[in-house]
């Protein structure tokens, strides 16, 4: 097989959680995305969410301005968030399902319920030139479905997978493993570009990075963590290092 490039994603938007719990613009979401590019990001990730409780608008307008490496903006599918993607025009727009209440993105996008309305946010994005990605559930029917809906990628959502990690529960860990590899290898099958993330860590992604169909990685919450400890630099270092080890296991 020919092993495809892994690119990692760095997510900010906890960089803007710290920056608000205070009001001020210390620490600047945008100095880190420039902090982890150097440190070998293939590109920053921000989800704007309707609450703003971490990125905010101007966030979103500067990081724009700033990189040099591609954007990804992480939406939910509503008129108001189609409408700042179609002014912003970023690389790309990933989106997922938002609810108030939760403390992050729960579960993928219900691409199989919600096939009316998110066929033509994804037809506006993509029109607006924005490579268009659906954050899903590991399952076969929803590649069919997403692929259905004419988008070109779809990420994977690991959480349930990085769940069964910290807790260490070996027959979970390889159910939801050979999930993330039926649907990565279906939905390559049948022509999406996959992503995978949410919940991964350095004891989770070598795994995930080992699945070959998989070209990319959006990781958050625990490298703004563990740049706590390590710093920014280290701590994404650390994080391709190990991506590149489980990368390795795929057979060339
Ligand atoms: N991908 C998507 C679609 C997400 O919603 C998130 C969380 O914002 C991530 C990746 C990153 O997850 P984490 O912050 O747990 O690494």
């Known amino acids: 097989m020919n092993t495809l490039p892994l690119r990692l994603g760095v997510n900010i938007d906890h960089v803007a959680t710290v920056r608000n719990a205070r009001g001020g613009t210390h620490p600047d979401p945008i100095r880190a995305a420039h902090l982890a590019v150097l440190a070998g990001a293939d590109g920053i990730t921000a989800h704007l969410r309707e609450d703003r409780r971490h990125i905010r608008d101007q966030d979103m307008e500067r990081?724009?301005?700033?990189?040099?490496?591609?954007?990804?903006?992480?939406?939910?599918?509503?008129?108001?968030?189609?409408?700042?993607?179609?002014?912003?025009?970023?690389?790309?727009?990933?989106?997922?399902?938002?609810?108030?209440?939760?403390?992050?993105?729960?579960?993928?996008?219900?691409?199989?319920?919600?096939?009316?309305?998110?066929?033509p946010a994804i037809q506006e994005l993509k029109g607006e030139g924005i490579r268009v990605s659906l954050f899903v559930e590991p399952e076969v029917e929803v590649m069919d479905a997403a692929c259905d809906l004419g988008a070109?990628?779809?990420?994977?959502?690991?959480?349930?997978y990085c769940e069964?990690?910290?807790?260490?529960?070996?027959?979970?860990?390889?159910?939801?493993?050979?999930?993330?590899?039926?649907?990565?290898?279906?939905?390559?099958?049948?022509?999406?570009?996959i992503h995978a993330g949410h919940g991964l860590d350095l004891n989770s992604v070598r795994a995930v990075a080992a699945i070959p169909q998989i070209v990319e990685l959006n990781i958050g919450h625990f490298l703004i963590g563990e740049a706590i400890f390590l710093g920014l630099d280290e701590a994404v270092r650390a994080?391709?290092?190990a991506m590149d080890e489980g990368r390795a296991q795929v057979p060339a």
Request: hydrophobic share 45%.
């Open 152 to 160: 070109p990628v779809v990420e994977l959502h690991t959480g349930t």
């Open 63 to 119: 990081l724009k301005r700033q990189l040099f490496v591609p954007l990804n903006f992480e939406m939910a599918a509503t008129s108001e968030m189609i409408g700042l993607a179609a002014q912003l025009r970023p690389h790309a727009a990933c989106l997922v399902p938002e609810k108030r209440e939760e403390r992050t993105t729960e579960g993928g996008l219900d691409i199989i319920g919600a096939h009316a309305s998110l066929r």
């Open 239 to 241: 994080m391709r290092a």
């Open 164 to 193: 069964a990690v910290l807790e260490g529960d070996e027959a979970r860990i390889a159910h939801e493993l050979a999930r993330l590899r039926r649907a990565a290898e279906h939905g390559a099958g049948i022509g999406l570009e």
